[in-house]
Nanobody, 124 residues
């Protein structure tokens, strides 16, 4: 089992930045692919970014490419999502997720463990 706890969400203005954190506990964190997803009411959970176990391979949704950066610190069992140049359309609940295989994945159903989510609201 892996337990995930997100933090760092909040209310910001368009153009501002936030850094989300996801602290993991349980099994060996460094063995897991880590992803960030987001969801707004009435819509499916949307892929945002993913990072491999060593942190040297990442992939982003087109909507956030160039603005968001995913990173991880295996010594701290934590994955981060640095979000710059935030837009109102980035408003959502952001979730981190863990996947116990080596392949990067973009589909929510491919992830085994999920955090409880943190709200990000961007005002115009």
């Amino acid at each position: 089992q892996v337990q995930l706890v997100e933090s760092g969400g909040g209310l910001v203005q368009a153009g501002d930045f936030l850094r989300l954190s996801c602290a993991a506990s349980g099994r060996i964190f460094s063995r897991y692919i880590m992803g960030w997803f987001r969801q707004v009411p009435g819509k499916e959970r949307e892929f945002v970014a993913v990072i491999n176990w060593s942190g040297d391979s990442t992939y982003y949704a087109d909507s956030v490419k160039g603005r968001f950066t995913i990173s991880r610190d295996n010594a701290k069992n934590t994955v981060y999502l640095q979000m710059n140049s935030l837009k109102p359309e980035d408003t959502a609940v952001y979730y981190c997720a863990a996947r116990g295989t080596r392949a990067l994945a973009q589909k929510a159903y491919e992830y085994e463990y999920w955090g409880q989510g943190t709200q990000v609201t961007v005002s115009s």
